[in-house]
């Protein structure tokens, strides 16, 4: 059975950084696409950053330059560390892996639990 857990978030003082791990376990082949999101109860989910198989990376407008996902191939293991971070960033987060299966389940995506990041003013 294929898993994703998240760890790192907690509660940080406006101005203040964390890091968030992702890690991927189970029977796969192949990871490809990891990134992040993050939702706030009662509104949509959104899309916060990608980093593809292929080493290029992606941002939500909001964190843009404060941001920063990394990949850790040897660990299956993604990254998002979080910096100058805003009480608006305060949020559920996500991780999401697009995975191929072995032989003949093929590929699909993959979600978290989630971890709680709150960001106080």
């Known amino acids: 059975q294929v898993q994703l857990v998240e760890s790192g978030g907690g509660l940080v003082q406006a101005g203040g950084s964390l890091t968030l791990s992702c890690a991927v376990s189970?029977?796969?082949?192949?990871?490809?696409?990891m990134g992040w999101y993050r939702q706030i109860p009662g509104k949509y989910r959104e899309f916060v950053a990608l980093?593809?198989?292929?080493?290029?990376?992606d941002y939500g407008d909001s964190v843009k330059g404060r941001f920063t996902v990394s990949r850790d191939n040897a660990k299956n293991t993604v990254y998002l560390s979080m910096n100058s971070l805003k009480p608006e960033d305060t949020a559920v987060y996500y991780c999401?892996?697009?995975?191929?299966?072995?032989?003949?389940?093929?590929?699909?995506?993959?979600w978290g639990l989630g971890t709680q990041v709150t960001v106080s003013s």
């Open positions: 980093f593809t198989t292929g080493g290029t990376t």
């Open positions: 999401t892996a697009d995975i191929s299966l072995p032989f003949p389940r093929g590929r699909r995506d993959y």
């Open positions: 189970g029977s796969i082949s192949a990871i490809n696409a």
